[in-house]
């Protein structure tokens, strides 16, 4: 069975360009999250869907972050303009359940260098 | 608000000693604990859980944790490491009125021959 993949494993942008991070769920999970560690802190939720349905957006920083998941299947994380400080690892996890029973599958994370 | 303390940012330690890596965490509600590992190049993996019966907790590759709740930590051990244990590993926890993952900052462990 094929695991949690994210693509592209590593982008560099300059300053006020778009990038676009895809996330391929595991099948069958309905439960898709994405974290994001800044270089030195922890790693910190962005957001939480539910088939296609933003369940919890509480974490995304400001509305340069869009993250879609048409269809309930993969999703994509868009930041548009790019600034300096969006610079970091951005994971993707997937669950089949929802809560702390709900195992999170991660994938292996793109990593965002703003220039 | 839920945190999470993980105390040493780097532990280096030779091969086949003892480790262990400290978590400590805040909350007011009841919390359910995990320790992940990221080996270099891969993703996040689960080494186990702490969701609620005994407090002593067995996960993969020989290591255990102990959930203390009067000292609010959940520390990581392994009695022998390899130097595959190389890695860094991170402690959270996901807050029962919230249900998301919380993460500490990370402890990278340097497993020296």
Redesign the interface.
């Known amino acids: 069975e094929a695991?949690?993949t994210q693509f592209p494993s590593h982008s560099v942008i300059e300053k006020g360009q778009t990038v676009t991070l895809r996330c391929d769920p595991i099948s069958g999970h309905d439960n898709l999250?994405w974290?994001r560690r800044v270089m030195g802190?922890?790693?910190?939720?962005l957001l939480?869907f539910v088939k296609e349905s933003k369940q919890?957006e509480s974490?995304m920083p400001n509305n340069r972050f869009l993250a879609e998941r048409t269809g309930g299947t993969y999703s994509t994380l868009k930041v548009q303009p790019a600034e300096l400080e969006d610079s970091g690892v951005y994971?993707c996890?997937s669950s089949k359940l929802?809560?702390?029973?709900g195992?999170?599958?991660?994938?292996?994370?793109s990593r965002l260098t703003v220039l | 608000a839920q945190s999470?303390t993980q105390l040493d940012s780097q532990v280096p330690v030779f091969e086949e000693a003892p480790v262990e890596l400290r978590c400590n965490y805040s909350s007011s509600v009841s919390v359910?604990l995990f320790w992940?590992v990221q080996y270099p190049?891969?993703?996040?993996?689960?080494l186990l859980?702490y969701?609620s019966g005994s407090t002593l907790v067995k996960g993969i590759n020989g290591f255990e944790a102990e959930f203390n709740k009067s000292q609010t930590s959940f520390h990581l051990r392994k009695p022998s490491v390899h130097i595959s244990d190389t890695a860094e590993y991170?402690c959270a926890v996901?807050s029962?009125n919230t249900?998301?993952?919380?993460?500490?900052?990370?402890t990278t462990l340097q497993v020296k021959p």
């Open positions: 695991g949690v999250y974290y802190k922890e790693i910190k939720f939480h919890d974490g994971f996890a929802a809560g702390p029973t195992e999170l599958f991660f994938g292996e994370g | 999470v359910y992940y190049n891969q993703g996040l993996q689960l859980k969701l991170f996901v029962s249900g998301k993952l919380i993460f500490g900052q990370g």
